[in-house]
């Protein structure tokens, strides 16, 4: 046993993590008491990216907050664009065409490993792994071509409209679609390599911010970090939306809870959407991809060019004071996110703009665990910890 005159003596200190640190990917802000360097507290501060996009969805059209979506997970902006055209949808009663949902499931999907890869690349690059990174964003790159050819742009998309999407996905979506399934598990592979069995990444990840499974159930965690924690819970498969009841694909499930476990789950899922993809390109059908119901939804751009009614049918939906209206009423309805459950909630009052729309955000909930998990850890482990989580200002905020 050490002599006690030797012991170190350490003091409470008070630190800022934030909201100008490089290994938080936007404005988030902690509060840290220290003892020496062990973590006593951590308290999050949020609001430096508050946008008011909620409330704007009381000044905006149903349509026109499409592209509000887009800003809030700005690394998945087409799940919020699905996500948030669903819950229209379901409020007023409508179901879109089958090849509309199709490429719905398939964009989301896409959007999940475009995720996962930025968070991956992000994350390891925190943790010291920069070669990681590099696979990471040069897959990501391949997706985004794909984006940037189905959607015309390549982050902000703002691709769904209420009863549809904007357009049908060009002649070569499904070539573009199947080259990347070929591609992208080779990519897997190597980073599993750089990773998995690393013993520095291992070191850095393993029983570090552990989050037990009755925790992150009281919590309110969802997606991988709730799936680390071992809860099989993940809105597609209990709460099934679009075609997802149709497919065949797992669950990813981790028992330990840690930083580790938070990594497996999402490289696990990785392979589950490329498996759904597959099944989607396999069967996609041909059709409509929006409503034949024009005083609903936009009409397409060739009919608004070059017919007067389809002209006319797009000044109705989109001036001010006009567009469609939704019945009195109020609804929630979510998706699987990339990060976890994202809810919308909507209040309509008879009007063609929401009277209340609230969005459940995962970044929100999750990020309030934050110190539950940070409690007893070492100051290095702080960065692990938050990049496990996949914090995003924009959707955090909002």
């Not at 792994?129 to 964003?137: E, N, V």
């Not at 357009?167 to 679609?177: L, N, Q, S």
């Not at 099934?240 to 809870?257: H, Q, S």
Request: proline share 5%.
């Amino acid at each position: 046993m050490a002599d006690p005159a030797y012991q170190l003596k350490t003091d409470r200190t008070i630190l800022n993590f934030g909201p100008q640190h490089p290994s938080t990917h936007g404005t988030l802000r902690l509060v840290l008491e220290l003892d020496g360097e062990v973590v006593i507290r951590a308290e999050p501060h949020i609001g430096y990216l508050h946008s008011g996009f909620e409330k704007l969805g009381e000044y905006k059209s149903y349509n026109q907050w499409v592209a509000l979506s887009d800003r809030m997970n700005y690394l998945s902006p087409l799940s919020n664009n699905i996500g948030f055209a669903q819950a229209v949808e379901l409020l007023i009663g409508v179901e879109i065409p089958e090849r509309a949902k199709y490429i719905r499931v398939i964009l989301a999907e896409l959007s999940r490993i475009a995720d996962h890869m930025v968070w991956l690349g992000t994350h390891a690059l925190d943790i010291g792994a920069f070669t990681a990174f590099l696979y990471g964003f040069e897959a990501r790159e391949n997706l985004y071509v794909i984006f940037e050819h189905t959607t015309g742009t390549r982050l902000t998309t703002s691709y769904t409209r209420v009863g549809g999407l904007f357009r049908d996905v060009p002649h070569d979506f499904e070539e573009m679609v199947k080259n990347f399934l070929k591609y992208f598990p080779k990519v897997l592979k190597e980073l599993h390599g750089l990773l998995t069995r690393n013993r520095i990444w291992i070191d850095r990840t393993r029983n570090i911010g552990v989050l037990a499974k009755e925790d992150a159930i009281n919590l309110g965690v969802t997606g991988p970090t709730l799936r680390g924690s071992g809860v099989p819970y993940d809105v597609r498969k209990n709460f099934p939306y679009l075609i997802y009841d149709r497919l065949d694909f797992e669950i990813p499930v981790c028992d330990d809870g840690d930083v580790y476990s938070r990594y497996l789950v999402r490289m696990e899922e990785v392979e589950q959407s490329l498996k759904i993809v597959e099944q989607c390109i396999k069967d996609f059908p041909d059709g409509p991809v929006s409503l034949f119901n024009q005083k609903l939804a936009l009409p397409e751009k060739e009919k608004v060019y070059d017919t007067i009614e389809g002209l006319i049918h797009h000044f109705k939906n989109i001036m001010p004071g006009h567009g469609f209206t939704v019945p009195e009423g109020d609804i929630y309805d979510s998706t699987e996110a990339p990060n976890g459950e994202l809810g919308f909630y909507l209040v309509a009052d008879g009007s063609h703009k929401a009277y209340r729309l609230r969005v459940r955000g995962p970044s929100f909930v999750n990020f309030a665990a934050f110190d539950h998990l940070a409690r007893g850890a070492m100051v290095s482990d702080l960065v692990a910890i938050l990049g496990s989580l996949n914090i995003i200002a924009g959707e955090l905020d909002r």
